[in-house]
């Protein structure tokens, strides 16, 4: 797998807390979204939060090598020698997940928030994806023609649970978005097939460090699969649901979000 050469990403540093925290944003997003957990939790923890490629102030992904796998090395590579405590939203947890998979050793608790590693789902309940790939179809009719605000708008509109909200954001928020919206695409080969063998029988049973996987009340049955499915596979896991809350709970609910977080710290 080739990665992007030279590519070291944007890191924000969050609160000034002796507990240090890996947290892995959502697709779209950027490190400093997590945020308005820091100022709840900052004072107890330190967020250490890079920012994926295309996102944020990292630099632009090249197109050309392996997305996921450069997101993968560059993230470990921010991981302080003593294990820490990881919290991913969407592609990012689907990345602390692997890091989980990969490099145990490293992990002092793991809260994984809605991630999209379909590849469950796909194996458990594929049924779920039909109406997964329904509502992703103006996504992928805009990607295909190659029109990224039209993407960019179809994806946030997907993944909220408010309606209109693309047209209530700032422009620089929309044309961030619209920069970083290419870099689904190349995605899909992890998430819905798995090439990292985290399924492989062993991997995620083996696991032992606390796991918290949480969702919103209002998401993707896929999600909710995908959830079902880690759970099942991951022994002691704790699945959580956040009330009123969908995909993008961590921003839009960072209080609620808070509490079962800290939870999963006091088992760590």
């Known amino acids: 797998m080739s990665l992007q050469p030279g590519f070291a990403p944007y890191v924000h540093t969050l609160g000034q807390g002796p507990r240090r925290v890996l ?10 979204a997590w945020g308005g957990m820091a100022k709840l939790l900052g004072d107890r923890l330190t967020f ?6 295309s996102h944020g102030n990292s630099a632009k992904w090249d197109g050309q090598s392996d997305f996921a796998q450069t997101v993968f090395d560059t993230t470990l ?3 302080d020698a003593a294990p820490m405590d990881v919290i991913g939203h969407s592609f990012g947890a689907v990345t602390a997940l692997r890091l989980a998979a990969k490099h145990p050793e490293r992990i002092r608790s793991l809260t994984a928030f809605e991630p999209v590693f379909f590849a469950v789902a796909k194996a458990d309940a594929p049924e779920t994806l039909v ?3 329904r509502a992703a179809k103006p996504f992928q009719d805009a990607i295909d023609a190659g029109n990224m605000e039209g993407a960019a708008r179809a994806f946030n509109s997907m993944w909220s649970t408010e309606r209109g909200t693309w047209d209530k954001m700032p422009e620089r928020s929309r044309m961030a978005m619209a920069r970083a919206i290419h870099v689904v695409p190349s ?13 492989a029988p062993g991997v995620l049973e083996r696991l032992r460090m606390p796991v918290t996987l949480v969702r919103g009340a209002f998401t993707h049955r896929a999600v909710t ?12 896991s ?9 995909h993008m709970a961590p921003i839009s609910h960072p209080r609620e979000v808070a509490a079962v977080f800290e939870a999963a710290l006091a088992r760590g």
């Open 225 to 236: 699969a995908t959830l079902d499915g880690l759970h099942n596979r991951i022994p002691g």
């Open 131 to 133: 109406d997964h790939d």
């Open 48 to 53: 250490v939060a890079p920012d994926l490629p």
């Open 238 to 246: 704790v699945v959580e649901v956040i009330p009123e809350a969908g």
């Open 187 to 199: 995605t899909y080969a992890l998430l819905y097939d798995d090439t990292d063998g985290i399924l």
């Open 23 to 32: 947290a892995l944003h959502c697709t779209l997003a950027f490190g400093g």
């Open 77 to 79: 590579a921010q991981m």
